[in-house]
Structure formats: C-alpha cells, structure tokens
C-alpha cells in the first residue's frame, strides 16, 4: 500500500525509526511523500532518495557521531575557546561534517537538489526566527528568500532543519527584507508537521502516518520550574509542542505512531550498540502494536 509518512525530530532517538520503517516495509508499506522535522528530516530525506530501512540501519551503525562535532583548529587545542565563539556564533559546532555526510550519502542514489526528486516527495521543516516563521523546504525558499527551491542542495535543507539550538552554527539567508535571517532546528515551531500533506481540495489520497519520538499527547510529562535555567528548557520544551499538540488532538490522533523513547538524550552522540538496537526493537513493537488498527 502507498502512503504518506512525516517525522518527528528527537535527535539520536531516531534508531527507533529504523524498526519501525523495517515493521512497515514487511507489511509491504510504501512512502510516496515523506516530509521531517530535524532528525525525522535525516530520515524522511533518506527515504525520498530510495534508501530502504535496512540501508539506513547499516548507514547509522557506519557513522561515528563524535565525527560531526567539527569546531575549529583552535578549538581543538583551547576547548574554552568554543564556549567563547558561542557567544558570536550561536553554535558549538560547524555542522560541515554533518551537511557532508549528508551529500555523500544521498550522492550515492544520485540525488543532490530537490530537482532530483518526484516534485512533492520530500518536504523540509525549519525555523527562521528572525522573521519569526516556520518554512518549508523547497516550497518557501523562493517566496521568502528568493532561492530557486528546486536548485536546492537536499543536504543543506535537512543541515538547516537539524539545526539544534546551541549545538550547529545557524544557517544564514538574506530575506527579501533585505536582513540576515537566522535558521534553526525546526522542530522549535513543529516537532511533527503532519499539517504540510493536508489535502486543500478534494480528499486524501493515501493514508499519512506521523512517527513522533515521544509518548502520547496525553502523557507527556510536565516540568517543573524552580530557576531560570529550568524556565528556559521549559519555555523551549513549550514552543517545540505548544502548536503540533493542540493540531493532533483535533484532527490527526488515530494516524500518529508514539515511539515513547525514555532515558535518552537527544544530543547523546555516545549511544551504546545496545542501546541502538534496544530503540530499533521498540520501534518494531510499537509498530507492530499500531499496524492491528490502521489504518
């Protein structure tokens, strides 16, 4: 059956993913539009380029995650110095590593723009919070920025929508106001953007299912704020919830795959092949779970 698939983001809890995608391929599930938000972008790109779930495994058991930590020389040898360049720089790291791992891995199926893809097939969240608007990738680069989105690096789109506070340097774009506009993690303004397939006219097409790194709606639990750094987190947890959780309860609760990830940190890039394969065996359970009723 062909279907429609959007990610949510959550870092390196993202190996629960691969079992859930190799639950879904045996139930000979096929995507035709996937669209992800930071991690969930790594794995809805991946998709859109014809990589299957076991490939992906095979991909991100590959991958040293300590290799995209990529300060500068300097940093190398005077570690203070990178807390310093925060301050300017707004990120701990480059993110080069990263966007290159990217091309070379999507390179491999011949796909570098969004010119190489069914037009459609692939959607891209991130946050612009210098305009203070989510955009999607390729579909907003023209109007906002003035960027031929079908010439646009897929690489660079995902690097953009991974983009997580404080750990990569923002990406930058010129906006048609003629100011530098900042681009961040877009799971900031929709951790899970099932609302970009919605159908203006006429009825769905195929069924969508969104794959959300968390428990449900209804059993996420609060935080509690006794100083300023917990405000902080919490205001940044809010803002990364407030708008997909109110979306979900009116209209999409039934198509959502909850991959409830506990005791992981989304930044962990030391996670244990243990625990790697603990998180692809949950999300094989949870699927299979999900799979009896929808869709």
């Keep these: 059956m062909n279907i429609d698939g959007v990610f949510s983001g959550g870092g390196v809890k993202a190996f629960a993913f691969i079992g859930a995608l190799q639950k879904l391929e045996e139930h000979n599930y096929s995507f035709v539009r996937v669209a992800g938000t930071s991690s969930g972008a790594i794995i809805a790109g991946l998709l859109s380029a014809g990589y299957k779930a076991n490939e992906i495994e095979e991909l991100f058991n590959d991958l ?3 290799e995209f930590l990529d300060t500068t020389k300097i940093g190398k040898y005077l570690p203070f110095i990178k807390w310093f360049r925060l301050y300017f720089t707004m990120g701990l790291y480059k993110g080069a590593a990263f966007e290159k791992w990217l091309y070379q891995v999507l390179a491999e ?5 969004f010119n190489d893809l069914p037009k ?3 959607k891209v969240i991130a946050s612009d919070i210098t305009l203070g608007r989510m955009i999607v990738i390729p579909d907003d680069l023209e109007s906002l920025y003035g960027i031929n989105g ?3 690096p897929v690489s660079t789109a995902i690097r953009m929508s991974a983009s997580l506070p404080y750990f990569f340097i923002p990406v930058t774009f010129k906006n048609k106001k003629y100011k ?3 681009i961040v993690d877009g799971g900031l303004l929709s951790n899970l953007p099932i609302w970009v397939f919605d159908q203006q006219r006429g009825s769905q097409k195929r069924p969508i299912i969104g794959m959300k790194l968390s428990e449900t709606i209804s059993r996420l639990p609060s935080k509690d704020v006794s100083n300023a750094l917990d405000m902080v987190e919490a205001l940044i947890t809010t803002m990364m919830k407030a708008h997909d959780a109110r979306y979900i309860r009116k209209n999409k609760i039934k198509d959502i795959l909850f991959l ?5 940190d989304l930044s962990n890039l030391k996670l244990s092949n243990e625990k790697k394969n603990e998180l692809i065996e949950l999300g094989k359970n949870h699927t299979t779970t999900f799979l009896k009723h929808w869709p």
């Design 180 to 182: 530098k506009s900042v």
């Design 109 to 113: 199926k011949g796909v570098y723009t």
């Design 260 to 264: 409830p990830v506990k005791d992981v």
């Design 64 to 66: 040293n995650l300590k």
């Design 150 to 152: 079908s010439a646009f």
């Design 120 to 122: 459609g097939s692939l």
